[in-house]
């Protein structure tokens, strides 16, 4: 198993662009999520989804968009790339939505917006 | 309104010292999970503990062991017998399972292990 994999590693904007930012799973889990850490902060979460098809807000959802078309992948969309959204973004997989469970992170990509 | 509160933004600890984090939450939802992470600086985040708002007993994963009081909403983090390697940022986490599963974390601790 690749576990939870994130695409690109790094990504450089300029203000206005769009782009999406990768996250597949292949341990079937039902559970995804997208947060963004900022510099010395923890972990907001900004979208997430119980499952294919059903996707849900977070705490900093503008600005974002988000689709679960398959249980393997949940990209993150930015429609219009602004400073403020430079971070590093955090993708996640857990296998439940209740019951014991252990978050699978990706490696993150660093989002830097010019 | 649902929170996770960490108050100490940095320890420092001896070695071999244990050492216990704060994590103190606020929820109205009856059914929920504390989860303790945590990230070195290479930046990955690891998971480390969790608790099930309704599990009788306190958590415990080797060195790791989630002190948990649900009356005071509190759910610390003892690292027994503290290594080196230790040093890194420690981040709560809270899923509510009546909420759509919504996972929030706190702001994070950044422990030093001194040798």
């Known amino acids: 198993n690749a576990g939870v994999t994130q695409t690109p590693k790094f990504q450089v904007l300029k203000t206005g662009q769009s782009m999406t930012l990768q996250c597949a799973q292949d341990?079937?889990?039902?559970?995804m999520s997208w947060y963004r850490q900022d510099p010395g902060m923890g972990l907001r979460l900004i979208h997430y989804?119980?499952?294919?098809?059903?996707?849900d807000q977070g705490e900093v959802p503008n600005g974002y968009n988000v689709s679960r078309s398959t249980t393997e992948d949940f990209p993150l969309r930015l429609l219009s790339a602004a400073p403020s959204q430079t971070s590093v973004y955090f993708c996640a997989s857990t296998p439940r939505v209740t019951g014991q469970e252990t978050q699978y992170f990706g490696p993150g990509t660093r989002l830097l917006v010019l | 309104a649902q929170k996770i509160t960490q108050t100490q933004p940095g320890m420092f600890v001896q070695e071999k010292e244990a050492v216990t984090l704060d994590c103190t939450y606020d929820?109205?939802?009856?059914?929920?999970?504390l989860f303790w992470y945590k990230q070195p600086s290479s930046g990955e985040m690891i998971f480390l503990i969790y608790?099930?708002?309704?599990?009788?007993q306190n958590a415990t994963e080797g060195r790791y062991s989630l002190n948990f009081q649900k009356a005071r909403k509190s759910a610390n983090l003892v690292i027994s017998a503290s290594q080196l390697g230790d040093s890194a940022m420690y981040f709560c986490a809270m899923i509510l399972y009546s909420s759509a599963s919504k996972i929030i974390f706190g702001s994070g601790t950044r422990l030093s292990i001194r040798p």
């Open positions: 608790q099930g708002s309704y599990d009788q």
């Open positions: 989804s119980v499952g294919a098809g059903i996707t």
């Open positions: 929820t109205s939802d009856p059914s929920y999970g």
């Open positions: 341990m079937n889990h039902e559970y």
